[in-house]
């Protein structure tokens, strides 16, 4: 009978994980802006979620929960010591078909990279995952207020690394209109 109840637990974790999958390796990406290291933000959370799967049942908004768990995984990676190491000396290459505004991406990326971690999950949570004030509080466990500050200060900061020049089209962007 245990094995029953056992199998029947299991099949509901995969079939939750499953239709979450997308979403967080999404916003975990979006946090990160690395997929390898996405793809272990996601890992590490849908393991958490498997040990405390059978105390979860009772949790109203389980996706909310989840992406609760992944946001606090990303702002504790910086306590792990794992997190420091290389295992490269740079990323290896990766064969991709271009996208649109490619170098636009790029930029943003890397300005994004540059912003303070909780200033960054609040700008991630609120525009590229586009979640209300008060759910991004619920999330990062402070008050719609810090929300609303670090949201502030998140885009203050995002605009001195951009600087004005890059919005300007560069030669090539130039070319291509």
């Not at 933000?41 to 908004?61: A, D, H, M, S």
């Amino acid at each position: 009978m245990a094995s029953a109840q056992h199998l029947q637990r299991d099949a509901e974790y995969v079939e939750f994980v499953t239709g979450q999958l997308a979403s967080l390796r999404r916003t975990a990406y979006l946090l990160c802006g690395d997929t390898h290291r996405a793809d272990d933000l996601v890992q590490q959370t849908i393991t958490k979620l498997y040990v405390r799967w059978e105390r979860t049942r009772g949790v109203t908004w389980l996706d909310r929960y989840v992406r609760t768990m992944l946001v606090r995984e990303f702002l504790d990676e910086r306590r792990l010591s794992w997190a420091k190491v290389r295992l490269f000396g740079r990323t290896p290459d990766q064969a991709r078909p271009p996208e649109p505004n490619t170098e636009l991406r790029l930029v943003l990326r890397a300005a994004l990279a540059k912003v303070p971690r909780r200033q960054r999950a609040v700008l991630v949570l609120r525009f590229l995952c586009d979640l209300p004030v008060d759910e991004v509080a619920q999330l990062l466990g402070c008050t719609s207020g810090t929300v609303k500050s670090q949201t502030s200060h998140g885009l203050a900061a995002l605009r001195r690394h951009l600087g004005d020049e890059a919005f300007l089209p560069t030669p090539a962007l130039a070319r291509r209109a």
